[in-house]
């Protein structure tokens, strides 16, 4: 099956302490993004790679950090410096420039919860 | 950058009701994209727009990308409950490559 998948869907943290989050596609898609969602909000956007290697920042990529180091894996850090971590956190992949195309598909989600 | 004005922020329908969202831009797309989230999972994509005047239809969806090529809107016809959850657009433009702009989404209630 192809698609996207973030793991864990629950991730409890101490205040403090960084924490990776999972994003993995299996769809050759070469563009990945990472959304923060607070509830009843909509969709902020985090970082964002066009092309394994290359990232940019998005409009609240303070307090975070992403690798892409390959095609399929685009995981993000959420570091002691954000001051305001628990959120739902989404990850998304699009074809890219390559394929003219701009349509992203999300994965599940995972919910970040610091104590 | 980039705002979309998302209507209504929520709504509470009657099933069988028909539905009608829409969504504004200052600023010209090239792409137009709805989405569907159920609560605590991913947005799912229910219509992708590529061309100004464009409607398209699936099933009881149906959606057109505005001649202008500012806005949008998305139609629900014949609501059952398990229409409930939020519904976002997505915009994105030539100038802007590789990121789309969202609206707030709309809730949207049904009851039985």
């Known amino acids: 099956d192809g698609g996207i998948t973030q793991s864990p869907k629950y991730l409890f943290r101490k205040e403090g302490q960084n924490v990776t989050l999972s994003c993995e596609q299996n769809l050759n898609h070469d563009a990945m993004y990472w959304y923060r969602q607070d509830p009843g909000q909509g969709l902020r956007l985090i970082y964002y790679?066009?092309?394994?290697?290359?990232?940019q920042k998005g409009d609240i990529a303070e307090g975070y950090s992403v690798s892409r180091e390959k095609k399929e894996s685009f995981p993000l850090t959420v570091t002691s410096a954000q001051k305001n971590p628990t959120a739902f956190y989404l990850c998304?992949?699009?074809?890219?420039?390559?394929?003219?195309?701009?349509?992203?598909?999300f994965g599940p989600g995972t919910r970040l919860t610091v104590l | 950058g980039q705002q979309l004005n998302q209507s209504p922020q929520s709504m509470f329908i009657q099933e069988g009701e028909d539905v009608s969202m829409n969504c504004t831009s200052s600023?010209?797309?090239?792409?137009w994209l709805w989405y569907k989230q159920d609560p605590g999972e991913g947005p799912v994509l229910l219509i992708a727009?590529?061309?100004?005047?464009e409607l398209t239809s699936n099933g009881r969806l149906t959606a057109q990308f505005g001649i202008t090529r500012k806005d949008s809107f998305l139609n629900i016809s014949a609501s059952i409950p398990s229409d409930v959850g939020i519904y976002f657009c997505a915009g994105s433009s030539n100038t802007n490559a590789g990121k789309s702009t969202f609206g707030d989404g709309t809730t949207l209630t049904v009851k039985p």
């Open positions: 790679s066009q092309i394994v290697n290359d990232f």
């Open positions: 600023s010209i797309f090239n792409t």
């Open positions: 998304a992949s699009s074809i890219g420039a390559r394929g003219g195309g701009d349509t992203q598909y």
């Open positions: 727009l590529y061309k100004a005047g």
